[in-house]
């Protein structure tokens, strides 16, 4: 009897040319991941996950499912799998699901955070992991103009070129900054992202941060609605896919927000505008 089993995946993607499969001996997270669960289900798999990440960007809990006929309990779809995945890709938690959900078009909102490390010198440790910054960061100044992004509105300023999205309308519910020691984190939850979304708000908050922009930039950016009167679009090495939300009834696991170097930072909300 076939049924649906979900996961929680964390993977450091600096090895790796985004999440989804590609031609034969380009690396992608999904590759080595349906391998690993093809060895432990004696079949083969085919996994959907909730958001596709690219090419040196990591997740601390990507949700993906995949239909099974094997008979296996979750501490086979975690640390069975986890032993023939390659070190930076980790299966977290693991939970037979209803036959009606679907790992991407079940979600009601999906969660990011952006972490740039601020110092003089370019870090050697988790230097594939942070977005480094040479300058101090204003961080009051980056929530102030990170603000005007809560809410629905056309984000064309803040997607990539080559962004493949119907419509370039999104809905912004949470976007936090905080600092914490050297490290700032963006923390943005929306309905769903457009391609290098994330990148590039944190292009342009990075911006104000040091001090060349002013915080009404942030605005002027977004009314534009041309990606060529934005920012830069900031690296990969920062941004972490941390979080998905489901419908309560699906029972999906949840894991503490990562990624977990990171120390506890308190959950804030926000009325989101109309």
């Known amino acids: 009897m076939t049924k649906k089993v979900v996961l929680v995946v964390e993977y450091d993607g600096s090895e790796y040319k985004g999440w989804q499969a590609q031609k034969l001996g380009i690396p992608s997270v999904q590759e080595s991941l349906e391998k690993a669960l093809a060895v432990v289900a004696n079949h083969p798999v085919r996994v959907v996950c909730a958001g596709r990440t690219d090419s040196g960007v990591h997740a601390s809990a990507q949700v993906v499912h995949f239909e099974t006929d094997a008979e296996r309990n979750e501490r086979a779809w975690t640390l069975g799998v986890n032993t023939y995945l390659p070190s930076d890709i980790r299966v977290v938690a693991a939970r ?28 050697a440790i988790l230097s594939n992991g942070v977005t480094w910054s040479y300058r101090a960061l204003d961080a009051q100044a980056m929530k102030e103009a990170a603000s005007v992004f809560l809410g629905t509105h056309d984000f064309s300023s803040f997607r990539a070129i080559g962004c493949q999205a119907n419509t370039p309308i999104r809905t912004i519910l949470n976007f936090d900054v905080q600092q914490v ?17 994330i ?10 941060g040091a001090g060349e922009k002013p915080i009404a930039w942030a605005k002027k950016t977004l009314d534009a609605k041309d990606r060529t009167k934005g920012g830069i679009t900031a690296p990969p090495t920062g941004l972490y896919f941390v979080g998905v939300e489901y419908p ?18 308190e959950e804030l909300s926000y009325d989101v505008p109309s």
């Open 181 to 197: 020691g050297q490290y700032i984190i963006l923390d943005v939850r929306a309905n769903a992202f457009l391609h290098h979304m």
């Open 96 to 123: 037979d699901v209803a036959d009606d959900f679907h790992a991407r078009f079940s979600a009601l909102s999906r969660r990011y955070r952006y972490v740039i490390y601020q110092s003089s010198i370019c870090p």
């Open 248 to 265: 309560e009834h699906f029972n999906v696991p949840f894991c503490k927000l990562g990624p977990h170097f990171l120390p506890y930072i």
């Open 199 to 208: 990148r590039n708000f944190a292009g342009v908050l990075m911006s104000i």
